[in-house]
């Protein structure tokens, strides 16, 4: 291994252990209101305590993920993507990636390349947390353990499609998608979108 090669790797595992401590951070002090997102809460710890690769998509029994709802200036519409792989309107988001230092900073980098929109401001603390089975870009089945933030746009935000989605749009909070289950996700974002 040449010099800069091991300098990139030192560089890469630093990374990775302050997003691993940022996440520690963010879910051991975070207080959602239900008692099903506590639960999930604790599971999340659980995986990073016993992973310290938890939020590299390496991590083949799981890892973290962050998202992002994210919604125009006036907290009134949010925008979806057409997701290729799964086949329906998501939330935008996906993996951590090595200069990620913060889950809110994944979702915001996220949420930024996703939507081609610039400007965007992500909300400290995240609002929701979800587990789904995936075959993600490892090509095997896993679980993706998400972290969801709010993250809001300038005024008069167009999106711009991006070869990660099939179709871009904003969609009203109150008329999603018929085939969305983002029901759950907007209901614990609304307290936070005005």
Known sequence: MTTEQSDHVTGETAHDEELHADAVRTLRYWAPAEAAQE???HAFLAL???RPDACRRACAPGHVTASAVLVDAAGEHVMLTLHPRVGK???LGGHCEPEDASLAGAALREATEESGVDGLVV????VHVDVHPITCSLGVPTRHFDV???VRAPAGAQ???SDESLDLRWWPIDALPADSDLGPLLDAARPHLR
């Open 123 to 126: 909300a400290p603390e995240p």
């Open 48 to 50: 990073l305590d016993a």
């Open 89 to 91: 309107w998501l939330q």
């Open 39 to 41: 639960a999930l809460r």
């Open 148 to 150: 969801r933030y709010v």
């Open 159 to 161: 999106p711009v499609r």
